[in-house]
């Protein structure tokens, strides 16, 4: 089992970054494809991010295409996701996942782990 604990979300302003990090355990996530996904209230979830366990593959969704940055620390088991020029649209949880096989998924049957979330509020 691999366990994800997310962090870094909080309430920024229109314009402000955050670094949101995911701390994997349980087992060693180096081979696992890891993503993010948010969830904004009434909403469904989306993906946001995502990035091959080799880290030589990424995808982004247009709506954060140039603003977010999806990283993996494989020696530390940690994935971050570092987004910037935040809009009050991306007010959402913010979801952590792993899916054993190594590749990229944009759908979230396509994962098999997933953590708690991280609230992220943008203020206009």
């Known amino acids: 089992q691999v366990q994800l604990v997310e962090s870094g979300g909080g309430l920024v302003q229109a314009g402000g970054s955050l670094r949101l990090s995911c701390a994997a355990s349980?087992?060693?996530?180096?081979?696992?494809?890891m993503g993010w996904f948010r969830q904004a209230p009434g909403k469904e979830r989306e993906c946001v991010a995502a990035i091959r366990g080799s880290g030589g593959g990424t995808y982004y969704a247009d709506f954060v295409k140039g603003r977010f940055t999806i990283s993996r620390d494989n020696a530390n088991n940690m994935v971050y996701l570092q987004m910037n020029s935040l809009k009050p649209e991306d007010t959402a949880v913010y979801y952590c996942t792993a899916r054993r096989s190594g590749g990229i998924r944009t759908t979230s049957d396509g994962y098999d782990y997933w953590g708690q979330g991280t609230q992220v509020t943008v203020s206009s």
């Open positions: 349980g087992r060693t996530v180096s081979n696992y494809g």
